[in-house]
Each structure stands twice: as structure tokens, then as C-alpha cells.
């Protein structure tokens, strides 16, 4: 049974920073681009970063550029989201997603509300 499970959310303030770690499970982790996405409180679930199978290539969303760093370590079947100067509308859920062609995995999130 296929397991992705997020951790390292919480409540920051303005200007701090979090890193979210996302564990895969009974996949083959290294056959999966993997990204993370939010789902701000009323609003739809927005992509934020990704990253490729072996780590190679990256995107991000323009919100996420120059304060957020995606990275993978394919050993631990983990990926990671580092997030610096977190502003207050980065506070949602924060979701981790697995991709391979057509075989879409989500974790169940983890909440990062951030004061101002």
C-alpha cells in the first residue's frame, strides 16, 4: 500500500522558516517525480515546487521563487521543502504528491499557519 506522509508543519511567524518532509511508502520512490502543493483556507489547492525522478530538474511557482527550496534524497524515499521567509499568505495545508504517467499518489497534508 502506497503511503506519503508529510510532517514538519506548524505555527511560524512572519519572516521564519519551516522544512516539510514528505515520507514515501511502498512505491519505488525513485521512479516518481515528486512536488508539493497548498490548499489555502477557501481557495483551491495550487501547485508549488517539483522536483524530477533523480533530483535533476526542479520548478517552482512565481509565490514560491527565491523563498522555497524543493529537494529529494531518493536513500530515504523522503522529499523536502525548505521555506524561508514565510509570509502570512503562506499559511494552508501543505500536500506532498507523487507522479509517475498516469499513477497519481497525495499524502494527507500537514498545516503551516504562519502570524503576522
Known amino acids: 500500500q502506497v503511503q506519503l506522509v508529510e510532517s514538519g508543519g506548524g505555527l511560524v511567524q512572519a519572516g521564519g522558516s519551516l522544512r516539510l518532509s514528505c515520507a514515501a511508502s511502498g512505491l519505488t520512490f525513485g521512479s516518481y517525480d515528486m512536488g508539493w502543493y497548498r490548499q489555502a483556507p477557501g481557495k483551491e489547492r495550487e501547485f508549488v515546487a517539483a522536483i524530477s525522478r533523480i533530483g535533476d530538474s526542479t520548478s517552482y511557482a512565481d509565490s514560491a521563487k527565491g523563498r522555497f527550496t524543493i529537494s529529494r534524497d531518493n536513500a530515504k524515499n523522503t522529499v523536502y521543502l525548505q521555506m524561508n521567509s514565510l509570509k502570512p499568505e503562506d499559511t494552508a495545508i501543505y500536500y506532498c504528491?507523487?507522479?509517475?504517467?498516469?499513477?497519481?499518489?497525495w499524502g494527507p497534508g500537514t498545516q503551516v499557519p504562519v502570524s503576522s
Open positions: 504528491r507523487a507522479d509517475r504517467t498516469i499513477t497519481t499518489y
